[in-house]
């Protein structure tokens, strides 16, 4: 195309899309416009906040410094595709029950670093989750909530997999 827009393919929350892109467009501005995914949002706007935090190729991503051309061939997903129809993730409801959230606006990028945390270490200690969880800000300050959501979604999560 001529004024550099390209078309990309991924995979996104296990659907086969394509997009076409600017160059200099990062892929939250391309979930957002073409996909209607508002979950992860951009506050910083510098890879410093977490709050744009998806997963790419299984690893979390600040979508707002990742290039949207650079996600041609990449699978994605976004905190959209955990809950499966009415049925929330536990780590979802986890921070349901525990409150760790006030205005919720950092939330989905908190859900989407404890699900990569889980992923690799099933049974965090307190200090494990604060410091994985260490990029990711909450202005609300709701950050002991915070620990004791994933510790629950630890053990919920143990619970499922005994
Ligand atoms: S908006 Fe991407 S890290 Fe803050
Ligand atoms: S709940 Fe408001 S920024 Fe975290």
Redesign the pocket.
Known sequence: MADGRKTIRFTLNGRAVSADVAPHENLIEVLTRDFALHGAR???????????TVSVDGVAT????FLAPFANGTTIETVESLAVGDRLDPIQTAFLENAAFQCGFCTPGFIMMTRELLDRIPDPSDDEIRHYLSGNLCRCAAYPEIVTAVRSAARERATTKA
């Open positions: 951009v506050s910083c706007a510098q890879g410093l906040c977490g709050c744009c600040s979508g707002c410094l």
